[in-house]
């Protein structure tokens, strides 16, 4: 392990205009405070999790005690020796803001340490009118969460929205529907508007991460399709966001399943996009699923996700036909596949926890993760 000095946002990293929050090694052990929760978890335990010699750990969680980030939480018995004193993560020390800008609307909230949105607003947004409309907006509703929360010690801004975009410049791309924020550097402007760090993603992107972060095992894949104003994907492969190299991963409403099909907003014809949106327009849901299922099976053809998870306010108005659709599909897939009596069942589909606030959420946690460190670690037995 190397120094503790290290930045837990190195140089050139996606989140590099946050300030380098913590050591490595600190995140390490943030990490672990955060998985224990209100339970708590000794030095000694943080100490065989992360590797690291007890006196390291000692002078981590004094440093985090200082900080207010870390407090006792009691005692415990451990085994042969003295009763061991139990740390805990200290929720309300920082926050993070997730802003999702979608193309008509703004989601807010206020997250403390835990991801755990402690206050949200919505407000209109009309997206495609440009950056100082979407600026001002950001701005008000961020005053207005901030003054109600009284003034919290905030680490940083989350920036979700449609893409394209590029997640390590901030800047966005022809963002389909609203081509005239390409080139924009989004992520700069807000952190020069609100005078705080901020970091740009996807929103299928940002609803990954923070759903992942959620989950109780960070192993496995999943995909997660959001149907709202269009259609992407957030991938989260072995355990990790996977964003490809050019946040160009999970553009799976351009994928084109009919050749010749319908005008797509992107330019081109035969988009999934394109075709669950006319169907949900034409009022035939079954139709719009059943597109949104195919898309899901051909996911889990190319990278072998266990699980589909289905988010975004159209699916959320009509949760039951696409839920239906997208299993039959599924299930369609997975005979195909074979293997005798030790078939794999078809990878299921479940609704994406935290609803509607589902991409905000994920907003803060881009500020949040880096600060618990790369990979979510876990409590179990070593
Ligand atoms: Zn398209």
Redesign the pocket.
Known sequence: MSSNDLPALGAGSPGANLPALRGHNAALVLGLLRAAGGEGVSRLELAAHTGLTPQAVSKITARLRSEGLAAEAGRRASTGGKPATVLRLVPAARHAVGLHLDRDELTAVLADLTGRAVDVRRAPLAFEAGAEQVLTAVEREVAALLTAAGGPRVLGVGVACPGPLDHTTGVLHRV?GAPRWDGFPLRDAVAARLGLPAVLDKDTNAAALGLDRARPDGTGSFGYLHLGTGLGAGLVLDGSLYRGPHTGAGEF??QIVQLDGPR?????QG?I??LCLASVAGGDLPGAARALGVGAANLVELLDIDQVLLGGRTVLEHPEPFLGGVARELAAQARTRGGGSGARPAVSVALAPGGAQVVADGAAELVLAPLFGARRPTLRPR
């Open positions: 389909t409403g351009h797509c907003d992107c330019g081109r988009c996009e394109a």
